[in-house]
C-alpha cells in the first residue's frame, strides 16, 4: 500500500475533448494514472466527457462519469463518490483551472476531498503570472522585464515601458491560448482584449521580446519530502519566437554547453522547489548565449505534452511516477520500469536523437493565418528517433503523412521565391520554415544571414546543408554500398532516392538489400545501455549495424499499425481503436502482438501495451523493414484510421499477409468509382455521380444534373479537397485540388442532395454475419461533415421502414464487399428514400461512441472476425434497446487558428468531441455542448443574422420560442423584418461595416452584451468572403475571440433553443456509464 494509509477512493479530472494545445497526451498521461492508482488497489472514478479516449473505457477506471469538467458537475460526482483524494495533475488546464475553482469554493475542504500532488497553492504559483513572477525572484531565478494588467489601459503603458514589440501572456491557459506579439497599440489592443477573456482570472502578462534567444526546457520530478531529478532536457529549433507546441523539439538539447545545461538544471531544481511541486512538472527558459543570460519563461504544475514527449523519448513513465509519488511514495522508492533494477532517481541518459515535430492543418480553414508565433495552432505531433539529428528529422517529416517523404527530393518541386521573398519568410516563420531555410541555402544565402533573420541556431542550419550536400551527391553519383550507409544515416527514404535517380522505390529497395544496408532494431532502455533493459521498446535505425533483441522463430506473431499524428479527422478514436485491437487478439489467445506506431502523445505508444512496441514511421518502406525483421503471420491496418488504410494495397502487392478484408475488397470500397459501380449491381440508390478525368467532363455532368454538385477525392479522410460545388467557376478550382489530393485515383462527381438527413452505422462482419453496432443520426443535415456533425444514438427523426431498409443496405454491402472486420456506412435521407454516400472498411472516429452507449465493444468483437474466429450471438436489435440518449458533440479549436471561420461544410474542422449520456435528449445535448465550451444561458439577449427567406422560415419557431423564455432578440435589418412581422419585439442592430448605425454588433460584442449569435449563412459559394458576406464572418469570427457561442446551422439552433427551454424545468442527470456487455 502507498503511504498514504487514509487513501482508499481517488477522483482523477480528465481534460475533456481534444483541442488545439489539449490533446490526446493527456488521455496518456491519465490512463498512466489510472494504472498507477489501481496497482496500489485503490478504487479510481474519472470525470472526463471525452468519449473517443481508452481512459474513458471502464477498463481503466472503476466508475467513469461521461460529464463536464466545471465545478457544478465535479461537486455532483463528490457529494456521489465521497473520494478521498483528487488528482489534478492528468487534465490539462482544464483540470487545473476546475480544481482551484473548488478550492476556492470550499467544495473539497466540506466533503474532506485531499489534492494529490501539487497543491493548489502551488498551482497559483506557477499559474498566476504575477504570482510566478515573484516566486522566481525569491528562488533566485530570474524574470523577464514584465507587468501583469487586468485592462487594455494598463496594458499600453507597460507596452511603451518595455518599448514593441511584446509578448501578451494570459494567465491559467495553455496553448499560448488568447496570447500573442504585438508589434504595435492596435495588435496590442486587440490581443489583450481576446487575452483578457480566455483567462480564468482575467489576468495578462506584458512582457519583453526575446525571439532572437533559444527555448529550452526540463522535466522534473519531485516527491513529498523535497527529492528532485530532472528526467529529460530538450531544445526548440525554432527559438522563443514560436510556442513549444508548434516548434521542432529536439532531446537532448544540441546546441547548448556544459556550463549551460548545469546552470539551467540547477535553476530548474531550486525553482520547483520553491513553488512547491509534488510529482512532474516542465518548466520552460528562454536562454540567450551570446550572453549567458537566462530567464525561466513558466512552470506548468502538470503533466503537458512536453512531458508525453519526455516519457517517450525517455522511456521514463513521468505519468505514472508522479501518480506515485501523489499517493505517497518517493521517488527512492520507485522502480524504473524499463530496467527493473534501477530506481527513479537515476536520471535518464540518451544515445540517440528524438526529434518532434508538430502537424498542423491550415488546409482545412479559409482564411487562416499560418504564422507561428507564441499561441500554438498545431493539431498533433510525431516523435522520431535516430543516431543523427538528420535522420530524425527526415523520419519526422514522413510520419506527419502530409505527403513528403522528408527535408528534398518531394513529389512536389517546391515553391519559387526571389531572394527577397524568402528572406522575409526566414523572419516570419509559419509551417514552411525548415523547407524555407532549405531553400535560402540552395540560394547561396549565408548560414549566418539566415541564423540572423530566422533566429535558428547555426548547428541546425549546418545540419540542413549536410541533408542538401548528400542530395547533389545522389544525383550525381552510383549508388555503391559507402554511398547508401551514408545517405540512409542521414535518413533519405528509397521514395526519395528513387526520384532522384529517376527509378522506383522498388528497385531502390532491392539494390539497398543486395548491398547489405538494411536498418537495426534497437532498445530505448532509459540509461544508454548502460543497464539491462527487459522491455521491448523499439526503433529502427542506420546508425548501427546490429540488432538489440531477437524474434522468437517458433511463434509468428502480429503486427498493427497505429493511426500516426493526431490531426483533424484522424483523432483520439482511432488510438482507442489500436488498444482494443491489442487487447482484443490478446484476449483470443495473440500472445505476440507489436505495434507501430509515432505519436507520443497515445496509449499506444505506451511500451508496456503490447509485446513489442516499433516507434515508427507509418510509410510502406519502414513497414516492410519490420516485417522483414518481424516475419508476421499477419499485418492489420484497419484500425489505424486512413493512413494505416492507405498503405493496404502496396503491403499486399509486396507480399504481406492482410488480416481482415483483402486488399482487394479495401480497394474497390475506397476507389469512389468502383464502389458507385458495385451500389448500382445491387440496385442500391446513391446519389447520381460520374469519374471524370478532366475539367469539360465534370462541367458537362453539373450542367446535366444541376447545381450544388460534390467532389470527391479517392482514398482520403476528414473530405479532404471534398468540396460542394454551386457554379462553374468553382468547380473549375475544386476539380484541380481534388486530383492534386487524389492522383492516382479517379475524382467522383455526384449531385448534392439539398434538406437531406446523414445517417452513419458502425459495424463488424465476418464475412458470413453482420453485427450493427448502432444507426446513428446526424443533427445536422447533409453538408456538415460527419465529423463536425453533432450525432445522436437512438435515432429520433427516422421511420421504421428507413430503419429497416438501411439495415438491409448495411448487410449486403458489408457482405458483397467481403469485410471481415469493422466498417462504417454513411447514408443520406432524401423525401424518404436512402441513398449510400460511402462504405470505409475500417474503424471509425464514431465507434467508441457507439460501443461505450450500446455495451458492446464492436473493436473486440472485430478482433474475433479479422482471426476467423465465430461471432457471438448478438440481439440485431441490442442498439435499439438501450434506455439512454447518447449525443455526440464536435469540439472546434477556432480560438486558436487565426483568421479561421466557423462556418461549416463537408471538410472536417472539428479537433475533438465530447459525448454525454442522459434519459432524454436534451439531457444529453445540454451535458453535451456544455462540454465543448458552450454555454448555455437562463436569460441575455441573442442576435440573430439569417441569409435566405427559406432559412428564416425554418428558424421561425425558434425564434418566437426564444422571446417566450424572455430573451432579448436583436437582429440585422433583413432579417428583424422578416421575424418582427411574424412574432414581434425584435430589436434592429447593424452590421460591423456600418460603424456609424447604431446599435451596433461590433460595439455589442466587445461590451459583453451578446449572450449567443445565430448565425445562418445563405450559401457556401467561393464568394462568401466578399461583399455583405464579409459581414458575417467578422461577426463570427470577433465572437469566437471573445468567447460567445455562435450556432451556424439551423438544426443546431433549434436543439439549442428547445434545450434551454428544458433547462428551465428540468435538471441533468449525473450518472456514471456501465461497462461492456461480456463477448462470450
Given at each position: 500500500m502507498?503511504?498514504?494509509?487514509?487513501?482508499?477512493?481517488i477522483?482523477?479530472?480528465?481534460?475533456?475533448?481534444?483541442?488545439?494545445?489539449?490533446?490526446?497526451?493527456?488521455d496518456?498521461?491519465g490512463?498512466?494514472?489510472?494504472?498507477?492508482i489501481?496497482?496500489?488497489g485503490?478504487k479510481?472514478?474519472?470525470?472526463?466527457?471525452?468519449i473517443?479516449?481508452?481512459?474513458?473505457?471502464?477498463?481503466?477506471?472503476d466508475?467513469?462519469?461521461?460529464?463536464p469538467?466545471?465545478?457544478?458537475?465535479v461537486?455532483?460526482?463528490?457529494?456521489?463518490?465521497?473520494p478521498?483524494g483528487?488528482?489534478?495533475?492528468?487534465?490539462g488546464q482544464?483540470?487545473l483551472?476546475?480544481g482551484?475553482?473548488?478550492e476556492?469554493?470550499?467544495?473539497?475542504q466540506k466533503?474532506g476531498?485531499?489534492?494529490l500532488?501539487?497543491?493548489?497553492?502551488?498551482?497559483?504559483?506557477?499559474e498566476?503570472?504575477?504570482?510566478f513572477?515573484?516566486?522566481?525572484?525569491?528562488?533566485?531565478?530570474?524574470?523577464?522585464k514584465?507587468k501583469t494588467?487586468t485592462?487594455?489601459?494598463?496594458?499600453k503603458?507597460?507596452?511603451?515601458?518595455?518599448?514593441?514589440p511584446?509578448?501578451?501572456r494570459?494567465?491559467?491557459?495553455l496553448?499560448?491560448?488568447?496570447?500573442?506579439?504585438?508589434h504595435?497599440?492596435?495588435?496590442?489592443?486587440?490581443i489583450?482584449?481576446?487575452?483578457?477573456?480566455?483567462?480564468?482570472?482575467?489576468?495578462?502578462?506584458?512582457?519583453?521580446?526575446?525571439g532572437?534567444?533559444?527555448q529550452?526546457?526540463y522535466?522534473v520530478?519531485?516527491d513529498y519530502?523535497?527529492?528532485?531529478?530532472i528526467?529529460?532536457?530538450?531544445?526548440?529549433?525554432?527559438?522563443?519566437?514560436?510556442?513549444?507546441?508548434?516548434?521542432?523539439?529536439v532531446?537532448?538539447?544540441q546546441?547548448?554547453n556544459?556550463?549551460?545545461?548545469?546552470?539551467l538544471?540547477s535553476?530548474?531544481?531550486?525553482?520547483?522547489?520553491?513553488v512547491?511541486i509534488?510529482?512532474?512538472?516542465?518548466?520552460?527558459y528562454?536562454?540567450?548565449?551570446?550572453?549567458?543570460?537566462?530567464?525561466a519563461?513558466?512552470?506548468n504544475?502538470?503533466l503537458?505534452?512536453?512531458?508525453?514527449?519526455?516519457?517517450?523519448?525517455?522511456g521514463?513513465?513521468?505519468?505514472?511516477?508522479?501518480a506515485?509519488?501523489?499517493?505517497g511514495?518517493?521517488?527512492?522508492e520507485?522502480?524504473?520500469?524499463?530496467?527493473?533494477?534501477?530506481?527513479?532517481?537515476?536520471?535518464p541518459s540518451?544515445?540517440?536523437?528524438v526529434?518532434?515535430?508538430?502537424r498542423w492543418d491550415?488546409?482545412?480553414?479559409?482564411?487562416?493565418?499560418?504564422?507561428?508565433?507564441?499561441?500554438?495552432?498545431?493539431?498533433?505531433?510525431?516523435?522520431?528517433?535516430?543516431?543523427?539529428?538528420e535522420?530524425?528529422?527526415?523520419?519526422?517529416?514522413?510520419?506527419?503523412?502530409?505527403?513528403?517523404d522528408?527535408?528534398?527530393?518531394?513529389?512536389?518541386?517546391?515553391?519559387?521565391?526571389?531572394?527577397e521573398e524568402?528572406?522575409?519568410k526566414?523572419?516570419?516563420?509559419d509551417?514552411?520554415?525548415?523547407?524555407?531555410?532549405?531553400?535560402?541555402?540552395k540560394m547561396?544565402?549565408?548560414?549566418?544571414?539566415?541564423?540572423k533573420?530566422?533566429?535558428?541556431?547555426?548547428?541546425f542550419?549546418?545540419?540542413?546543408?549536410?541533408i542538401l550536400?548528400?542530395e547533389?551527391?545522389?544525383?550525381?553519383?552510383?549508388?555503391d554500398?559507402?554511398?547508401?550507409?551514408?545517405?540512409?544515416?542521414?535518413?533519405?527514404?528509397?521514395?526519395?532516392?528513387a526520384r532522384?535517380?529517376?527509378s522506383?522505390?522498388?528497385?531502390?529497395?532491392?539494390?539497398?538489400?543486395?548491398?547489405?544496408?538494411?536498418?537495426?532494431?534497437?532498445?530505448i532502455?532509459t540509461?544508454a545501455?548502460?543497464?539491462?533493459a527487459?522491455?521491448?521498446?523499439?526503433?529502427?535505425?542506420?546508425?548501427?549495424h546490429?540488432?538489440?533483441?531477437?524474434?522468437?522463430?517458433?511463434?509468428?506473431?502480429?503486427?498493427?499499425v497505429?493511426?500516426?499524428?493526431?490531426?483533424?479527422?484522424?483523432?483520439?478514436?482511432?488510438?482507442w481503436?489500436?488498444?482494443?485491437?491489442?487487447w482484443?487478439?490478446?484476449?483470443?489467445?495473440?500472445?505476440n502482438?507489436s505495434?507501430?506506431?509515432?505519436?507520443?502523445?497515445?496509449?499506444?505508444?505506451d511500451?508496456d501495451?503490447?509485446?513489442?512496441?516499433y516507434?515508427?514511421e507509418?510509410t510502406q518502406?519502414?513497414?516492410?523493414?519490420?516485417t522483414?525483421?518481424e516475419?508476421?503471420?499477419?499485418?492489420?491496418?484497419?484500425?489505424?484510421?486512413?493512413?494505416?488504410n492507405?498503405?493496404?494495397?502496396?503491403?499486399?502487392e509486396?507480399?504481406?499477409?492482410?488480416?481482415?478484408?483483402?486488399?482487394?475488397?479495401?480497394?474497390?470500397?475506397e476507389?469512389?468509382?468502383?464502389?458507385?459501380?458495385?451500389?448500382?449491381k445491387?440496385?442500391?440508390?446513391q446519389?447520381r455521380?460520374?469519374?471524370?478525368?478532366?475539367?469539360?467532363?465534370a462541367?458537362?455532368?453539373?450542367?446535366?444534373v444541376?447545381?450544388?454538385?460534390i467532389?470527391?477525392?479517392?482514398?482520403?479522410?476528414?473530405?479532404?479537397a471534398m468540396?460542394?460545388?454551386?457554379?462553374?467557376?468553382?468547380l473549375?478550382?475544386?476539380v484541380?485540388?481534388?486530383t492534386?489530393?487524389?492522383?492516382?485515383h479517379?475524382?467522383?462527381?455526384?449531385?448534392?442532395?439539398?434538406n437531406?438527413?446523414?445517417?452513419d452505422?458502425?459495424?463488424?462482419?465476418?464475412?458470413?454475419e453482420?453485427?450493427i453496432?448502432?444507426i446513428v443520426?446526424?443533427?445536422?443535415?447533409a453538408?456538415?461533415?460527419?465529423?463536425?456533425?453533432m450525432?445522436?444514438i437512438?435515432?429520433?427523426?427516422?421511420?421504421?421502414k428507413i430503419?429497416?431498409?438501411i439495415?438491409d443496405?448495411?448487410k449486403?454491402?458489408?457482405?458483397?464487399?467481403n469485410?471481415?472486420?469493422?466498417?462504417?456506412?454513411?447514408?443520406?435521407?432524401n423525401?424518404?428514400?436512402?441513398y449510400?454516400?460511402?462504405?470505409n472498411?475500417?474503424?471509425?472516429?464514431?465507434?467508441?461512441?457507439?460501443?461505450?452507449?450500446?455495451?458492446?465493444?464492436?473493436?473486440?468483437?472485430?478482433?474475433?472476425?479479422?482471426?476467423?474466429?465465430?461471432?457471438?450471438?448478438?440481439?440485431?436489435?441490442?442498439?435499439q434497446?438501450?434506455?439512454?440518449?447518447?449525443?455526440?458533440?464536435?469540439?472546434?479549436?477556432?480560438?486558436?487558428?487565426?483568421?479561421a471561420?466557423?462556418?461549416?461544410?463537408?471538410?472536417?474542422?472539428?479537433?475533438?468531441?465530447?459525448?454525454?449520456?442522459g434519459n432524454s435528449?436534451?439531457d444529453a445535448?445540454a451535458?453535451?455542448?456544455?462540454?465543448?465550451?458552450?454555454?448555455?444561458?437562463q436569460?441575455?439577449?441573442?442576435v440573430?443574422t439569417?441569409?435566405?427567406?427559406?432559412?428564416?422560415?425554418?428558424?421561425l419557431?425558434?425564434?418566437?420560442?426564444?422571446?417566450?423564455?424572455?430573451?432579448k432578440?436583436?437582429?440585422?435589418?433583413?432579417?428583424?423584418?422578416?421575424?418582427?412581422?411574424?412574432?414581434?419585439?425584435?430589436?434592429?442592430?447593424?452590421?460591423i461595416s456600418?460603424p456609424?448605425?447604431?446599435?451596433?454588433?461590433?460595439?455589442?460584442l466587445?461590451?459583453r452584451?451578446?449572450?449567443?449569435?445565430?448565425?445562418?449563412?445563405s450559401t457556401?459559394?467561393?464568394?462568401?468572403y466578399?461583399g455583405m458576406?464579409?459581414?458575417?464572418?467578422?461577426?463570427?469570427?470577433?465572437?469566437i475571440?471573445?468567447?460567445?457561442?455562435?450556432?451556424?446551422?439551423?438544426?443546431l439552433?433549434d436543439?439549442?433553443v428547445?434545450?434551454?427551454?428544458?433547462?428551465?424545468?428540468?435538471?441533468?442527470t449525473?450518472d456514471?456509464i456501465e461497462?461492456?456487455?461480456?463477448?462470450?
Amino acid at each position: 500500500m502507498p503511504k498514504n494509509e487514509s487513501l482508499n477512493k481517488i477522483l482523477v479530472l480528465g481534460s475533456g475533448a481534444i483541442k488545439i494545445g489539449e490533446a490526446g497526451e493527456f488521455d496518456y498521461s491519465g490512463s498512466q494514472c489510472l494504472k498507477a492508482i489501481h496497482e496500489d488497489g485503490l478504487k479510481s472514478v474519472l470525470i472526463n466527457p471525452n468519449i473517443a479516449t481508452i481512459q474513458t473505457d471502464t477498463r481503466f477506471a472503476d466508475q467513469v462519469y461521461l460529464l463536464p469538467v466545471n465545478p457544478q458537475y465535479v461537486e455532483s460526482v463528490v457529494e456521489k463518490e465521497r473520494p478521498d483524494g483528487i488528482m489534478l495533475a492528468y487534465g490539462g488546464q482544464t483540470a487545473l483551472n476546475c480544481g482551484v475553482k473548488l478550492e476556492e469554493a470550499g467544495i473539497l475542504q466540506k466533503y474532506g476531498v485531499k489534492v494529490l500532488g501539487t497543491q493548489v497553492q502551488g498551482i497559483k504559483n506557477t499559474e498566476d503570472r504575477q504570482l510566478f513572477k515573484d516566486q522566481m525572484t525569491e528562488a533566485g531565478v530570474p524574470v523577464l522585464k514584465s507587468k501583469t494588467v487586468t485592462n487594455v489601459d494598463d496594458a499600453k503603458k507597460v507596452a511603451e515601458e518595455l518599448n514593441y514589440p511584446v509578448i501578451v501572456r494570459v494567465a491559467y491557459t495553455l496553448g499560448g491560448r488568447g496570447g500573442g506579439i504585438a508589434h504595435n497599440e492596435i495588435e496590442l489592443h486587440e490581443i489583450v482584449e481576446r487575452g483578457l477573456n480566455a483567462s480564468l482570472v482575467g489576468q495578462v502578462l506584458v512582457e519583453e521580446y526575446i525571439g532572437h534567444w533559444k527555448q529550452i526546457e526540463y522535466e522534473v520530478m519531485q516527491d513529498y519530502d523535497g527529492n528532485n531529478v530532472i528526467v529529460c532536457n530538450m531544445e526548440n529549433v525554432l527559438s522563443m519566437k514560436v510556442h513549444t507546441g508548434d516548434n521542432i523539439v529536439v532531446a537532448p538539447s544540441q546546441t547548448i554547453n556544459n556550463h549551460e545545461y548545469h546552470m539551467l538544471r540547477s535553476a530548474a531544481l531550486r525553482a520547483t522547489k520553491h513553488v512547491g511541486i509534488v510529482g512532474e512538472c516542465n518548466i520552460q527558459y528562454a536562454l540567450d548565449s551570446d550572453s549567458d543570460r537566462y530567464v525561466a519563461i513558466e512552470i506548468n504544475p502538470r503533466l503537458s505534452r512536453s512531458s508525453a514527449l519526455a516519457s517517450k523519448a525517455t522511456g521514463y513513465p513521468l505519468a505514472y511516477m508522479s501518480a506515485k509519488i501523489g499517493l505517497g511514495y518517493s521517488l527512492s522508492e520507485l522502480v524504473n520500469r524499463i530496467t527493473k533494477s534501477t530506481t527513479a532517481c537515476f536520471e535518464p541518459s540518451l544515445d540517440y536523437v528524438v526529434c518532434k515535430h508538430p502537424r498542423w492543418d491550415f488546409s482545412k480553414f479559409e482564411q487562416v493565418n499560418r504564422k507561428l508565433g507564441v499561441t500554438m495552432k498545431s493539431v498533433g505531433e510525431v516523435m522520431a528517433v535516430g543516431r543523427t539529428f538528420e535522420e530524425s528529422l527526415q523520419k519526422a517529416i514522413r510520419m506527419l503523412a502530409i505527403g513528403n517523404d522528408g527535408l528534398v527530393l518531394n513529389r512536389a518541386n517546391g515553391k519559387k521565391y526571389t531572394e527577397e521573398e524568402i528572406e522575409f519568410k526566414l523572419s516570419h516563420h509559419d509551417d514552411e520554415i525548415l523547407y524555407n531555410v532549405a531553400i535560402a541555402l540552395k540560394m547561396g544565402i549565408s548560414v549566418e544571414r539566415i541564423y540572423k533573420l530566422s533566429a535558428i541556431d547555426p548547428w541546425f542550419i549546418d545540419k540542413i546543408q549536410n541533408i542538401l550536400n548528400a542530395e547533389a551527391k545522389i544525383k550525381e553519383s552510383e549508388l555503391d554500398k559507402s554511398l547508401m550507409w551514408d545517405i540512409k544515416k542521414l535518413g533519405f527514404s528509397d521514395n526519395q532516392i528513387a526520384r532522384a535517380k529517376g527509378s522506383t522505390p522498388d528497385e531502390v529497395r532491392e539494390i539497398r538489400k543486395e548491398l547489405g544496408v538494411v536498418p537495426s532494431v534497437k532498445q530505448i532502455d532509459t540509461l544508454a545501455a548502460e543497464w539491462p533493459a527487459v522491455t521491448n521498446y523499439l526503433y529502427l535505425t542506420y546508425g548501427g549495424h546490429s540488432h538489440d533483441i531477437e524474434i522468437p522463430k517458433d511463434d509468428p506473431g502480429i503486427v498493427v499499425v497505429g493511426a500516426g499524428p493526431y490531426r483533424i479527422g484522424s483523432s483520439v478514436e482511432f488510438d482507442w481503436g489500436t488498444v482494443n485491437m491489442v487487447w482484443g487478439l490478446q484476449e483470443n489467445g495473440e500472445k505476440n502482438v507489436s505495434v507501430v506506431n509515432c505519436n507520443p502523445e497515445t496509449v499506444s505508444t505506451d511500451y508496456d501495451i503490447c509485446t513489442r512496441l516499433y516507434f515508427e514511421e507509418l510509410t510502406q518502406e519502414r513497414l516492410l523493414d519490420i516485417t522483414d525483421f518481424e516475419n508476421p503471420k499477419g499485418v492489420i491496418t484497419c484500425v489505424g484510421g486512413q493512413t494505416a488504410n492507405n498503405l493496404t494495397p502496396g503491403l499486399a502487392e509486396r507480399g504481406i499477409n492482410i488480416l481482415g478484408t483483402s486488399a482487394k475488397d479495401v480497394d474497390r470500397a475506397e476507389d469512389r468509382s468502383k464502389f458507385s459501380a458495385e451500389l448500382d449491381k445491387l440496385h442500391i440508390g446513391q446519389p447520381r455521380w460520374q469519374a471524370f478525368s478532366n475539367l469539360n467532363e465534370a462541367k458537362s455532368f453539373a450542367q446535366e444534373v444541376g447545381f450544388p454538385v460534390i467532389v470527391r477525392p479517392s482514398y482520403v479522410l476528414s473530405g479532404a479537397a471534398m468540396k460542394v460545388v454551386w457554379s462553374q467557376e468553382e468547380l473549375k478550382t475544386y476539380v484541380k485540388e481534388a486530383t492534386d489530393v487524389s492522383p492516382d485515383h479517379p475524382v467522383v462527381i455526384s449531385k448534392f442532395m439539398l434538406n437531406s438527413l446523414e445517417v452513419d452505422v458502425d459495424g463488424i462482419s465476418n464475412g458470413k454475419e453482420v453485427v450493427i453496432g448502432a444507426i446513428v443520426e446526424h443533427i445536422d443535415s447533409a453538408g456538415v461533415h460527419s465529423g463536425d456533425a453533432m450525432m445522436c444514438i437512438p435515432p429520433w427523426r427516422l421511420s421504421n421502414k428507413i430503419i429497416e431498409t438501411i439495415t438491409d443496405y448495411t448487410k449486403r454491402i458489408a457482405l458483397t464487399f467481403n469485410v471481415k472486420g469493422p466498417f462504417n456506412l454513411q447514408f443520406l435521407i432524401n423525401n424518404d428514400q436512402v441513398y449510400v454516400i460511402e462504405l470505409n472498411i475500417r474503424a471509425s472516429r464514431s465507434m467508441p461512441f457507439v460501443s461505450k452507449l450500446v455495451k458492446m465493444n464492436l473493436i473486440s468483437l472485430a478482433s474475433k472476425a479479422i482471426l476467423d474466429k465465430p461471432l457471438p450471438k448478438i440481439p440485431e436489435n441490442k442498439w435499439q434497446k438501450i434506455h439512454n440518449y447518447g449525443i455526440k458533440v464536435p469540439q472546434f479549436s477556432f480560438m486558436q487558428l487565426d483568421g479561421a471561420d466557423i462556418a461549416l461544410g463537408v471538410e472536417m474542422q472539428s479537433t475533438g468531441e465530447a459525448a454525454c449520456f442522459g434519459n432524454s435528449f436534451h439531457d444529453a445535448l445540454a451535458k453535451g455542448l456544455t462540454s465543448v465550451g458552450i454555454k448555455l444561458p437562463q436569460t441575455g439577449t441573442a442576435v440573430v443574422t439569417v441569409g435566405g427567406t427559406e432559412n428564416k422560415e425554418k428558424l421561425l419557431s425558434s425564434i418566437a420560442k426564444l422571446k417566450q423564455l424572455g430573451f432579448k432578440i436583436m437582429a440585422t435589418e433583413h432579417t428583424a423584418e422578416f421575424f418582427e412581422e411574424k412574432v414581434g419585439g425584435i430589436e434592429i442592430i447593424h452590421k460591423i461595416s456600418e460603424p456609424e448605425r447604431l446599435p451596433n454588433i461590433a460595439d455589442m460584442l466587445y461590451e459583453r452584451k451578446i449572450d449567443f449569435i445565430i448565425n445562418i449563412p445563405s450559401t457556401s459559394t467561393i464568394e462568401k468572403y466578399v461583399g455583405m458576406l464579409d459581414d458575417e464572418y467578422q461577426i463570427r469570427r470577433k465572437a469566437i475571440e471573445l468567447g460567445i457561442p455562435v450556432l451556424t446551422t439551423i438544426e443546431l439552433a433549434d436543439s439549442f433553443v428547445k434545450t434551454l427551454e428544458w433547462l428551465q424545468h428540468n435538471e441533468t442527470t449525473k450518472d456514471p456509464i456501465e461497462p461492456y456487455d461480456p463477448i462470450e
